[in-house]
Each structure stands twice: as C-alpha cells, then as structure tokens.
C-alpha cells in the first residue's frame, strides 16, 4: 500500500488546524475529471477550501494536458500548487478524448496501434514522479470487435509490461483499475493479469467501490479485504448491481459505512477519492455534498434507502 506523504504546513492557502485525516482515518479526496468545466487550477482551490486532502488528477486536455507544450512549467506549476494546499495526489488516465478526437478512450493497449496509448502511460509515470504521486491508475480498455480475445491478451499483457517498466525505473506505484465491460472487468481479471506480467511488486490495484456493488460476487466490504495488500488506490461512488453509473452517495445501492470501516481496517492509507466524472456541470455543490456524506458515513450509520445493501 502507498504511504502518503506529510500534510503540507500552514500556510496562506492551507489554514491552519485542518485536520490530516478524516473519520475513520481515511484521506478523501475528489476525481478532477468531475470538474471538467473548471480551470485545474481554480478546481484544487475549491476542493483544498472544501477539505479534501488529495485529488485524483484526471491528464486531459484543460488539465495537465501531457502532449501540451511547455510540459516541464506547467508540471512544476501544478507540484507547487498541490504543496501549497496540502492536497495529496494520484494519477488518473481515462481521459475520453485525449488521443483520438473522433473514438472515446481509442486507442487502447488492445488495438492494432497502441503506441499512443503506451506513450500517454509513460508520460502519466513520469509526470506522476514529479508530482510526487502515491499512484498512477489506468485500465485495459474495451476489446475491439475485430481483435480476437486471445490476441487483445498477448497485447494487454506486453503494454502492461512495458509500462512497468517504466514505472519501476521512476519508482511510482501502479494501480491498475478492473472496469465492467472492459476485457480486464474485476479483480479476478487483475490477478489472472498480475500472474502473466509476473506479480511485479509496483503493480498494484485500483479498486472502485462502485464497481464492486456493479459486478462482483462478494460483498463490497469482501471485495476490499481481498485486495488489502495490493491496494494503491480507491475511487468511491455510489452505484447498482448490474448498472455502471456513477450515481452521487446514497443514490445508488451501497451501504458506505461498512466499506469505510474495512478500508480502515485494512491498514490502507493511501487516497480515498470520488470518482463522479458526469457531474462537472454541479461540481462545487456535488464535492461538498460528497464529503458531507463521506464524513458522516465514517462516523457510523446513516439512513438506508429500502434496497440498500453491502453486497
């Protein structure tokens, strides 16, 4: 599991007293890709204002953008920002346009060309190292029609390994992420991917909570004590059996303080970050919604809707 680095001191941007952890202990933190409407900038502001302690930094066009000119400046411009608030920080990879105007996510380590996914990946490594990030996470990608299965494999498992690579010799943690409908779905996936790239130790997982009620058989809670170890990063969003829909907290069919007692239990202190990236459009209230929830949450109970469950 990532060890966190030390909050930042008191400062101008960062007032004093703020406390390091939240109920339970956990660090939250929030997806920028759920402030897509906002200058990078102007969204950590809000979100250190807030109290969130990291973000999960979403490399996309308004936000970092790694194919930008002048990515050493703005690199250390964001560093300095991230130190200033005391925001701890991950790095995120699904931005949907980034690469091909025209295709979402394309290409990815399964297509015919995926040089400009593994390019994309190996910058997000070597801006994750000067950000000082605890992980940089991403994902297979959906196998396209054309690609047998066993090929979109052998390709998964070469990309994955080449970024690996690069990770270990910038010594940034991996987090790879199972996503429903993507050729790696859930964590079942990512052992049987850890096992073919060799168990290296930097590769690690990504688990969203949300996924977990999505399509896993074990209960929420189960899902997090199985992975404990390997556990570098974690999104949170509320979310259905059999439906991948990012829903705001108490929407879906989760039962939150569960979950945040087996991350705790689980020794893991590493970002604990929303992840509700069709929400830009309200983002400042949907945060402070969030971490309301969230806080609550760790301190014990809260009202259940009828179908609500740990499964």
Same mark, same amino acid.
């Not at 979402?104 to 997000?124: C, M, S, V």
């Not at 992420?177 to 079942?188: F, K, S, T, W």
């Given at each position: %599991?990532?060890?966190?680095?030390?909050?930042?001191?008191?400062?101008?941007? +960062?007032?004093?007293?703020?406390?390091?952890?939240?109920?339970?202990?956990?660090? #939250?933190?929030?997806?920028?890709?759920?402030?897509?409407?906002?200058?990078?900038?102007?969204?950590?502001?809000?979100?250190?204002?807030? $109290?969130?302690?990291?973000?999960?930094?979403?490399?996309?066009?308004?936000?970092?953008?790694?194919?930008?000119?002048?990515?050493?400046?703005?690199?250390?411009?964001?560093?300095? +920002?991230?130190?200033?608030?005391?925001?701890?920080?991950?790095? &995120?990879? $699904?931005?949907?346009?980034?690469?091909?105007?025209?295709?979402?996510?394309?290409?990815?380590?399964?297509?015919?060309?995926?040089?400009?996914?593994?390019?994309? !990946?190996?910058?997000? *490594?070597?801006?994750?190292?000067?950000? /000082?990030? &605890?992980?940089?996470?991403?994902?297979?990608? *959906?196998?396209?029609?054309?690609?047998?299965?066993?090929?979109?494999?052998?390709?998964?498992?070469?990309? =994955?390994?080449?970024?690996?690579?690069?990770?270990?010799?910038?010594?940034?943690?991996?987090?790879?992420?199972?996503?429903?409908? %993507?050729?790696? @779905?859930?964590?079942?996936?990512?052992?049987?991917?850890?096992?073919?790239?060799?168990?290296?130790?930097?590769? /690690?997982?990504? !688990?969203?909570?949300?996924?977990?009620?999505? #399509? @896993?058989? &074990?209960?929420?809670?189960? =899902?997090?004590?199985?992975?404990?170890?390997?556990?570098?990063?974690?999104?949170?969003?509320?979310?259905?059996? /059999?439906?991948?829909?990012?829903?705001?907290? $108490? @929407?879906? @069919?989760?039962?939150?303080?569960?979950?945040?007692?087996?991350?705790?239990?689980?020794?893991?202190? /590493?970002?604990?970050?929303?992840? #509700?990236?069709?929400?830009?459009?309200?983002?400042?209230?949907?945060?402070? +919604?969030?971490?309301?929830?969230?806080?609550?949450?760790?301190?014990?109970?809260?009202?259940?809707?009828?179908?609500?469950?740990? $499964?």
């Amino acid at each position: %599991m990532t060890t966190p680095p030390a909050p930042a001191p008191a400062g101008p941007d +960062r007032p004093a007293g703020r406390p390091p952890l939240d109920p339970a202990g956990l660090r #939250l933190g929030y997806g920028t890709n759920g402030f897509a409407n906002h200058r990078l900038g102007d969204a950590l502001t809000v979100l250190a204002d807030l $109290g969130y302690q990291g973000v999960a930094l979403t490399l996309d066009h308004d936000h970092l953008d790694p194919f930008a000119p002048e990515l050493a400046r703005r690199v250390t411009a964001v560093r300095r +920002r991230l130190d200033a608030l005391g925001l701890g920080v991950v790095i &995120e990879t $699904g931005a949907r346009y980034l690469l091909d105007p025209w295709h979402k996510h394309a290409p990815t380590l399964l297509h015919d060309e995926p040089g400009a996914r593994i390019e994309f !990946l190996r910058r997000a *490594v070597w801006i994750g190292a000067d950000l /000082g990030a &605890e992980a940089v996470s991403f994902w297979a990608g *959906v196998r396209p029609p054309e690609v047998p299965a066993a090929v979109a494999w052998d390709r998964l498992v070469a990309g =994955c390994a080449a970024v690996c690579v690069a990770a270990d010799a910038a010594g940034v943690p991996l987090g790879f992420e199972p996503e429903p409908g %993507m050729l790696v @779905e859930d964590i079942a996936g990512w052992r049987r991917l850890r096992d073919a790239l060799g168990a290296p130790p930097a590769f /690690g997982i990504t !688990l969203d909570i949300g996924h977990c009620r999505c #399509l @896993e058989p &074990e209960p929420v809670p189960d =899902c997090v004590a199985a992975v404990a170890e390997h556990l570098v990063n974690v999104q949170i969003d509320d979310m259905r059996r /059999g439906v991948h829909e990012h829903l705001e907290f $108490g @929407e879906g @069919e989760i039962d939150f303080p569960p979950v945040l007692r087996a991350l705790a239990g689980a020794g893991y202190r /590493g970002l604990v970050a929303v992840e #509700l990236p069709r929400h830009s459009h309200a983002a400042p209230a949907v945060a402070a +919604r969030s971490l309301d929830f969230l806080r609550a949450a760790a301190r014990g109970p809260v009202p259940a809707a009828a179908d609500r469950n740990t $499964g």
